[in-house]
C-alpha cells in the first residue's frame, strides 16, 4: 500500500475551504444571535448547553476511538470485522446516550434547578432549553459513527458539504430570530438549533447508510473490540477532561460569579479559538485515515514517513497560527 499524496491534498483543500466558509458563517451568526437575544439570554444559552457538555465527556473521547478503529479494519480489508466493529461502535454510542440522559435528567437538572444562577423570570424557559439541549447532545453522540466512517473512507467533500450547509442552516435559525417577534427568542433559537441537527443528523445517517456497506443499526457487539475501544479512549480522557474543564467548566463558573454578560463575551472569544485550532485538525483529519490504513497494512515506514512528514507541516502552521 503507498503513500496517496493526491488525495490527502484534495481532502485537505476540502476541509480549508470548509473550515474558512464555516468560521465565517459562524462568527456572523453569533452576531446576529448575540444582538437579538441579548447579553442575558445569549449568557444563558451557552450556561445551560455547558451544563449538558460537561456531562458528555465521554463522547469527545468516543469520537477519536470509533474513527480509529473504523479506519484501521479499513487498512486490514476483512469486511465482516468491519462490519462487527461498526455495530460494536453504534451500541457503545447508544448506552453512552442512554448514560447522558441518566445524569442529565438528574445530576444535570440538579445543578440547573438549584446552583446554576437563572434570574426569576427566565427559570420556567431555561428549564425548557435544557431539555432540548438534552436532545441535541443525544443526537451529536448518536452522529460520531456516522461521522466516523465519512471521515475514514476519507470522503472529505461529504464531510466538507454538509459542515458548510450546517453552518447555512444555524445562520438561517438566526436570521428567523429577526422576524421571530412575540415569542421568547431564547427557546426558539434553542428549537431551531434542534431541527437544525436533526437535519444534519439525517443527512449523515442517509449518506452513511447509502454509501458504506458496513453501516447498519444492528445490536450485535464483540466485547473484545469494545474493550479495546475503551483502553484506547483512556488515553484521550485527560486530554478531553482538559478541555471540558477550559470550555464549559469555564462557562459555568463564569455564571456563579459574574454577570450573563460575561458568559456571552467568554463563549464568543471561545469560538474564535476554536476556529483557530481547527487549522491543524484539518490537516490531522486529511492525514490520518491513511496513516491509520498504512499501520493496519503492515506498511510501517510508509506510516512513520507519513506522520513525520505531517508532524513537521502541522508545526508549520501552528507557528503561523501564533504568529
Known sequence: MEINKGRIAKNTLYLYS???LVIIVNLYSARIVLEELGATDFGLYNVVYSVVGCLALLSATLSSSTSRFITYELGRGSFERLKLTYSTTWVSHTILSLIVVLFAETVGLWYVCKVMIIPPDYFYIVQLVYQVSIISTVLSIMQIPFT???IAHESMSAYAYIGVFEAILKLASAIFLIYSCGYNKLLLYSLFLLLS?????ILYLIYSKFKFSEVSFSLKYDKSILVDILKFSGWNILANLCNV???NGLSL?????FSPIVVAAQTIAGQVASGLSQLTYNVRSAVNPQIIKLYANNSYRQSIDLTLSSADFLLDISIITCV
Not at 463558573?253 to 460569579?257: I, R, T
Open 197 to 201: 441537527s436533526t437535519v444534519v443528523f
Open 245 to 247: 474543564i477550559a470550555i
Open 18 to 20: 470548509r473550515f474558512f
Open 253 to 257: 463558573l463564569y455564571n456563579l460569579f
Open 148 to 150: 466516523s466512517c465519512v
